[in-house]
């Protein structure tokens, strides 16, 4: 732990398909991130659903009908899906607001439609950071930093990820993420000390360290930051109680706000005394040492 150099913490709110496929909503989770929240990141998510899923998997019924936005799961997949030219407004609608503007890719197709937006970062979420033939696609056309969250992987997995990014000499574009992918994820079973194990391994050969949170409340994203993850990112709406999977894993705006006002003072409070006396302890000494009469 002394080893850690602290930088600010870095906040992705994670809008992903809250929009609920509607741009307005997509908009106002924007401006409300931005204004409101004082998150410099909002993050989608980009998916083509019949080249991600199986035709069986595209034509099967939702796993949870009550969340469901058409009779099949790809129908509510391509319901929930934003064009690519929707996704260039929303990253100019960010840049009004000044936050940066990212997305999730889970196919080869929406990495190259997100690629081709040029955002400042690209995330490839856990489920798809085996797909080799996406990383390489990402590492030889697009300049940006890539985030890959390590969530369902094992650590061979990640060294092999890893290797492939020294490999194609972009390993400090490389932001890893702990995660443990659940929706939501019970505290033991969140593995904080993830963080530290991926810094000791990896330090110095990637870019930088983050966590993409899916519990509930906001104190596991302080340890987090504390043990060494810049970036967090964690699920955000307008309403946890809307339709659709990931809202109940979600943060709403006051939520948000509290994150990044913790935060922002965890970082302040990251310090030493160096073995000396603070100038606000000066004062106190000589009202309140004890001293030998």
């Not at 799961?73 to 840049?95: F, P």
């Not at 990495?111 to 390489?136: F, G, H, Q």
């Not at 000499?169 to 659940?182: E, I, M, N, P, W």
Request: net charge negative.
């Amino acid at each position: 732990m002394t080893d850690i150099t602290y930088s600010p913490p870095t906040v992705i709110a994670e809008i992903g398909c809250n929009h609920k496929g509607e741009m307005d909503i997509a908009k106002e989770l924007i401006k409300m991130a931005a204004i409101f929240c004082k998150a410099p990141v909002a993050k989608f998510q980009k998916r083509t659903p019949r080249e991600l899923l199986s035709e069986e998997q595209y034509n099967a019924p939702h796993p949870n009908p009550m969340h469901a936005y058409g009779e099949t799961y790809g129908a509510h997949r391509e319901y929930l899906e934003l064009t690519v030219d929707q996704h260039r407004e929303l990253m100019d609608y960010c840049n009004e607001f000044g936050v940066v503007y990212s997305s999730s890719v889970w196919d080869m197709t929406s990495a190259r439609e997100i690629a081709s937006l040029d955002p400042k970062l690209i995330k490839v979420p856990s489920a798809m950071n085996n797909y080799t033939a996406m990383l390489e696609y990402l590492c030889d056309n697009y300049g940006g930093q890539i985030h890959i969250s390590t969530g369902m992987s094992t650590t061979e997995e990640v060294d092999d990820m890893v290797a492939l990014f020294e490999k194609k000499g972009r390993a400090k574009d490389l932001v890893l993420y702990a995660c443990t992918s659940g929706y939501p994820v019970p505290f033991e079973d969140v593995k904080l000390l993830d963080i530290p194990d991926l810094i000791q391994r990896y330090g110095g050969r990637v870019g930088d360290f983050g966590f993409s949170g899916h519990h509930l409340g906001i104190a596991i994203d302080v340890a987090a930051y504390a043990l060494g993850a810049t970036w967090i990112e964690r699920h955000f709406t307008l309403d946890r109680t809307w339709k659709g999977t990931d809202h109940a894993a979600s943060l709403e705006p006051d939520g948000l706000r509290r994150l990044v006002r913790d935060l922002n003072a965890t970082y302040k409070s990251m310090g030493r005394k160096d073995g000396g006396l603070l100038d606000i302890e000066v004062e106190q000494r000589e009202k309140l040492k004890w001293r030998a009469r």
